[in-house]
């Protein structure tokens, strides 16, 4: 494990499901990162948050819900998602702007 | 605005081949520079980076990534490749002003034959 937790690591929706992903760091990192990967497309980062404040929110639709309640815990709310959400969201944790990323496993969501 | 390009979608080597993943980016400023690797259902794991120093960055795995300023290029290196390297490799960029999350490329499938 890398130390970054996501849970749970598969989820089947419905369209009008309310959902919420979660990732957990105890790495004493200070900033946390939700990125959705999606086959033969480049890694799409969501949501950007340092000390608990979200930093950078890249156009991301209001049917994804970020909340990072401390600096070890972020979470994913999922509502009225559509089928092209479908995809590997993953979530990472870094101590600083030099260093590189820890991921987690990712969550596998798909949307009927 | 920064990004990365990874040309070739899928690479295949011979095992004990050298391999080469290509990697080109563009970033307003000095750029940092990241490989990562990602197996079967997995999340990306670090491989090396790039801040500053020396072109020729080792990492993991035995594997080495070459920084070329005027080529704006850092291509992922290995000697001699395995079967066990067999999985998708992600080129990231970010600038050094440390106000933007990393860029990630689409990423390259490495297959290596026995």
């Known amino acids: 494990e890398t130390g970054v937790t996501q849970t749970p690591r598969h989820l089947v929706m419905g369209m009008t499901n309310k959902k919420s992903l979660k990732c957990e760091q105890h790495l004493g990192h200070n900033a946390m990162y939700w990125y959705k990967q999606s086959a033969k497309k480049p890694l799409e980062l969501m949501f950007v948050y340092n000390f608990k404040e979200q930093t950078e929110n890249n156009s991301v639709p209001s049917r994804f819900s970020p909340e990072c309640p401390n600096s070890s815990h972020l979470f994913l709310h999922l509502h009225t998602l559509q089928p092209e959400d479908s995809a590997l969201y993953l979530c990472a944790s870094s101590v600083g702007q030099n260093y590189g990323y820890t991921f987690g496993s990712g969550t596998r969501l798909t949307v009927v | 605005a920064q990004s990365v390009a990874q040309p070739e979608d899928q690479v295949n080597v011979a095992e004990g081949n050298p391999l080469t993943v290509k990697c080109t980016y563009s970033?307003?400023?000095?750029?940092?520079l990241f490989w990562y690797v990602q197996y079967p259902n997995r999340g990306l794991q670090f491989l090396l980076k790039?801040?500053?120093?020396?072109?020729l960055v080792k990492g993991s795995y035995g594997f080495e990534a070459e920084f070329n300023k005027s080529q704006t290029s850092f291509h992922l290196k290995k000697p001699s490749a395995l079967v066990s390297d067999s999985a998708l490799y992600f080129c990231a960029v970010r600038d050094d002003t440390g106000r933007r999350a990393l860029t990630f490329g689409s990423g390259t499938r490495l297959q290596v034959q026995p």
């Open positions: 970033v307003s400023g000095n750029p940092y």
């Open positions: 790039y801040i500053t120093g020396d072109n």
